[in-house]
C-alpha cells in the first residue's frame, strides 16, 4: 500500500476512534440518567464492544481492505484519546442537555394528550357510565331474590 493509502488509512481510524468515543459518552450520560442494573449494565457494555468492533471492522475494511498495521491501532488510540481530551466534556454537557430537552418534551406531549384526549374521553366514559349504574342499580333493587335452595318444600 502506499503512503496515501497509509495516511487515509490512519485518519479513517483518528476519525473512528472520536466516534466510539462519543459513542461511549451518548452511553455513559445514558447510563448516568437511569442507573441500570448490575446484569443490564452488562449487558450495554457488551453491545457497546461488539458495535465498536464493527465500527473499527468497516473502518478498516473501507480504508485498507482489512489489513491489521500498528498505524491503524495507534490511530485509534490517539482519536480516542483527542476526543477524550478535548472535547468529552462538551459532549457530556451537550448530550445531557440534550437528553433532558428531550425528556422535556416527551412529558409536553404526554401532558397535551392527557388534558386534549385521555380527560376528555375518561368525562364522556362517565357520563355513560354514571346512569348505566344507576340503572342497574335501581332496578337490581326491585329484582326479588333468588330462591333459596337450602329449604326443603
Known sequence: MNAD??????VITVVTGMFLGLVFDFYRVLRALYRPHRLLTALADLAYWLLAT???FLALLFGNWGELRLYAFIGLALGALGYYRLLSRQAVRALAG?????GGAVRAVKTVLAYTVVKPLAFLAGLVVKPVRFLRNRFAARRPPPPDDTVPR
Open 54 to 56: 464493527g465500527l473499527v
Open 98 to 102: 440534550l437528553l433532558r430537552l428531550v
Open 5 to 10: 493509502g497509509q495516511v487515509e488509512t490512519f
